[in-house]
């Protein structure tokens, strides 16, 4: 487990290192793309522009631009070009939102997954598989921004069922937080559904032509217990590594055009807005904190990979 | 049963995790809360499409940061509250009187009214403003060069080659502020006026204040800022009912929030679960007939002083022929483009918009802007320029409609005979680079809202001292004599005197539409839309500063 835990922090570092200096350079590589000439305003001097670039340091070299900011970073003092706001103070105050809908909308697509996954394998053929089947297609081909907006024009603002956009805290008002992020997990999972099941329905249908599946029912088990212990378990391994990746892009700003389409200010909104305005520090630090998920969440997987087939050992 | 335990076990703990993770940390407030009562003083929910890129006065330089500085940080002068015209006019602010402007129009002097205090109850010195102008010049403010450019020793103030501006003296004891100019330049009462310049006691921090905004001297102070989410505008405490003559104090507090979804901020307006959506956003097509039906008691078109139009570089082939100039200004069906902008452009020929001192009154040369364009003798005029075939890049940026604007501009060069090909690029580096001399652009779109009402800010853009390497603004290189000589006469006359040389603006106006400098389409409107709340005749749509929440009272 030591030996696991090392292995994986390392490559975390070598990871982060790797994006941030990519990040980086990507946005060093813009045409025009100087942060100066957006801090120092459409009407700035060249002479205003050349102080504007002194004070903040753009006129140093790469390297040292690139470890400064870096520096900034660690020390939790890192601030955005456009509004001279502390990254790390606003992606904290955005985070709770963005957990909300990310584990909410994971844990819920999961559940349903799951369900249409099982009973389209063990009805295969049969008209509750080709109702689940279209209900997935539809879920898999339906835009994520476009069903958003439907979902928000319709309840929320024709009928009145659901706010339109917006979040409350849970602290403040438990059942405003439920009623504002029923909306927005919907149209993500709507897409997720759709995904998990029909992997799920081919795993399972698999696995139940496998001699293992045979010997079971030879041994006169359930048909219950065939299904959920035998089946289903081993059917569920590749699901939780999709899982595990998913939910981490889902913390590092997946959830973009969600947060957009029903203005919840999580991390995904605070990414497209960083990139709209070019505005490096923000971008850098979210793209560094989706990295960090992802490595983490695949260990994480990895440790439920051993859970759920013995077989499988943590050596990294 | 054993492994159906574990999975469930997982899916709790999936779910414990969600709940504590979103308890455990803040967030942003409900949208869907509209007014409510607070004490005695109520309050309405404006949204707003855009955040304000600062709401500390020495950085703020948007319309958005303008609407909630403006009534909270008062300078010298600043503007009368009234919608029109009338709130063009400069009225003293928290000086006692406008300013007393020496013959030669390089020396300014005020005096300060007596007993004012901030909306933390210190009293107001006439050393603060020395010490407001060099704290939005050390925190680099972006029109920061209307100082720099202006006033004496504020060069060498911002290049750190003196300790303050010499130019600027006050004296606490009488009051009496006095600027020196480097030369004349009759906009200066203008740049006195922006909320930049609205007074902050001294000793206040030079560095970005936007989450707690320092005290100011206006009917409102701004708090509960949660950055690039919300703040309010609360009514200030210290401010008496007649502070300061033409200011009001106010009816609500305000609780702003920001919207970024267009649709949605448009939504919660028409069913009323929000009062006030953003004049400076668009209204998606999607919904405009519907506010139109069903809230037309609560919805209008103002027209907004701002110009759009393409520029043309009058430097390089095809554009440095006047023939072609006017070749494309007679081909501009500016209905068509108004079409893009859901009918919010008002179609137009002149580059001083209506509502600007000097807009003229006559008929455009090249045709009627409302009427249907003459692509017959525009195409007559590119043959005999002997142009034809000529290749122009187009460049605009990816916002919604400009993106359509550059389309239908390039499928108009291609149609009159020449090779129009388009260069679209990311809002945020746009004017940057078309900015960049080097790269010598040929057309493409450009616009301008007013930063005051004052025509030689417009003219900024065909001035030929504003031709320079970076951020150049006079994007089509326009350098025309005429126009200099004029423009170096103009210029000087002071703010308060713009309506003697109205004439003499107008001619120069009428003479840059002649030449078909740049290929002007239109004016924008932008939408005052509020809820039933709110008691919509009496809400002003200001001309400077769009919405004025001083305005904004219960039904």
């Given amino acids: ?155 929320g603002y024709k009928w009145g069922l659901f706010p339109i956009g917006g979040y409350v805290k849970l602290t403040s008002n438990p059942w405003g937080w439920l009623t504002h992020l029923i909306l927005p997990w919907a149209s993500i999972v709507a897409l997720s559904v759709g995904v998990y099941s029909r992997v799920l329905r081919s795993n399972v249908l698999d696995t139940l032509g496998e001699d293992y599946v045979r010997t079971a029912r030879a041994k006169g088990l359930s048909e219950r217990r065939v299904l959920l212990h035998h089946v289903l378990r081993n059917s569920l391994v590749p699901i939780v590594s999709l899982w595990g990746l998913d939910l981490a892009a889902l913390f590092g700003g997946a959830t973009l055009l969600t947060e957009s389409v029903f203005n919840l200010h999580g991390v995904g909104q605070y990414a497209a807005e960083s990139i709209g305005h070019l505005d490096v520090p923000p971008i850098l630090v979210i793209t560094m904190l989706t990295a960090f998920f992802v490595v983490v969440f695949s260990a994480l997987t990895d440790i439920v990979y051993a859970a759920l087939d013995p077989r499988i050992r943590l050596t990294g | 049963m054993r492994k159906g335990s574990k999975w469930s076990s997982i899916v709790v703990f999936a ?88 013959a030669d129009g390089k020396t300014y002097t005020f005096t300060l009214r007596k007993g004012l205090v901030y909306s933390n109850g210190k009293p107001v010195k006439a050393s603060d403003f020395a010490y407001t102008i060099q704290r939005s010049m050390k925190l680099n403010w972006g029109g920061k060069s209307f100082f720099t450019g202006n006033i004496v020793g504020a060069e060498a103030f911002d290049g750190g080659k003196a300790k303050s501006i010499s130019g600027i003296e006050s004296d606490d004891t009488s009051g009496k502020i006095t600027i020196h100019l480097v030369a004349p330049y009759g906009a200066f009462a203008n740049v006195l006026a922006f909320p930049s310049a609205g007074l902050v006691p001294t000793g206040t921090a030079v560095s970005n204040l936007s989450n707690k905004p320092p005290p100011g001297v206006g009917p409102y102070m701004i708090t509960n800022v949660v950055p690039n989410q919300s703040f309010s505008a609360v009514k200030n405490p210290y401010w008496a009912k007649e502070e300061i003559p033409g200011i009001p104090a106010g009816h609500v507090n305000i609780n702003a929030k920001i919207v970024t979804n267009t649709q949605a901020e448009a939504e919660q307006v028409l069913t009323n679960s929000a009062d006030v959506f953003d004049w400076a956003d668009t209204l998606p097509s999607s919904i405009l007939q519907q506010v139109q039906s069903q809230a037309s008691e609560r919805y209008a078109k103002e027209p907004t002083v701002s110009t759009f139009y393409f520029f043309l570089n009058t430097k390089n082939k095809p554009f440095s022929s006047q023939k072609v100039r006017e070749a494309v200004a007679y081909a501009l069906d500016r209905r068509a483009l108004s079409r893009l902008d859901s009918g919010f452009l008002a179609p137009a020929c002149f580059f001083l918009p209506v509502g600007m001192i000097g807009h003229p009154t006559g008929s455009c040369p090249f045709g009627d802007p409302s009427g249907a364009p003459n692509l017959t003798k525009a195409k007559k005029l590119i043959t005999e320029s002997g142009m034809a075939g000529t290749s122009v890049t187009v460049w605009g940026e990816t916002r919604e409609p400009r993106r359509e604007y550059v389309d239908y501009f390039a499928s108009v060069l291609n149609s009159i005979g020449l090779k129009a090909n388009e260069k679209i690029i990311a809002d945020a580096t746009y004017f940057s680079t078309i900015g960049n001399l080097k790269l010598n652009p040929q057309a493409g779109f450009a616009d301008w809202n007013q930063d005051f009402p004052n025509p030689s800010d417009f003219y900024l853009l065909l001035d030929a001292k504003s031709i320079q390497s970076t951020n150049n603004q006079n994007f089509g290189q326009v350098n025309d004599p005429h126009i200099q000589s004029e423009l170096a006469e103009l210029n000087k006359v002071p703010s308060t005197k713009l309506e003697s040389v109205a004439s ?27 809820s039933n709340r709110i008691n919509f005749g009496s809400a002003i749509f200001h001309p400077v500063y769009g919405n004025d929440w001083t305005s904004w009272q219960l039904k």
Avoid at chain 1, 53 to 65: A, C, E, H, S, T
Avoid at chain 1, 129 to 150: C, E
């Fill in chain 1, 1 to 155: 487990m030591a030996r696991f835990v090392i292995r994986r922090v390392s490559s975390m570092i070598a990871v982060l290192f790797a994006i941030s200096v990519l990040t980086f350079l990507i946005f060093q590589a813009i045409p025009n793309g100087d942060p100066a000439l957006r801090l120092a305003g459409r009407l700035a001097t060249p002479q205003t522009i050349q102080d504007v670039r002194r004070q903040w340091g753009f006129d140093k070299p790469l390297y040292v631009q690139y470890f400064k900011t870096m520096g900034k970073i660690i020390d939790g003092q890192v601030i955005s070009y456009q509004q001279q706001q502390n990254v790390e103070d606003e992606i904290a105050h955005d985070l709770p939102v963005t957990i909300s809908l990310a584990v909410g909308s994971a844990v819920i697509w999961l559940v349903i997954g799951i369900i249409f996954g099982v009973l389209s394998a063990v009805r295969a053929g049969q008209w509750l598989d080709r109702l689940l089947t279209v209900i997935a297609m539809f879920g898999v081909s339906m835009p994520v921004f476009f069903l958003a907006a439907l979902l928000d024009y319709y309840l």
């Fill in chain 2, 504 to 530: 003499r603006w107008q001619a120069l106006d009428e003479y840059v539409a002649k030449k078909a400098y740049t290929a002007v389409y239109g004016y924008e409107d932008d939408p005052k839309f509020m």
């Fill in chain 2, 15 to 102: 779910l414990l995790l969600s709940v504590l993770l979103a308890a455990c940390g803040s967030s942003s407030s409900s949208s869907t809360s509209s007014g409510s009562s607070s004490g005695a003083t109520k309050t309405v929910t404006n949204l707003m499409g855009t955040a304000p890129d600062y709401l500390d006065p020495g950085l703020g330089y948007t319309t958005q940061a303008a609407e909630p500085d403006w009534i909270s940080y008062t300078g010298l002068v600043t503007y009368a509250h009234a919608k029109g015209a009338p709130g063009t006019k400069l009225i003293p602010g928290v000086a006692e009187s406008l300013p007393q402007i020496s």
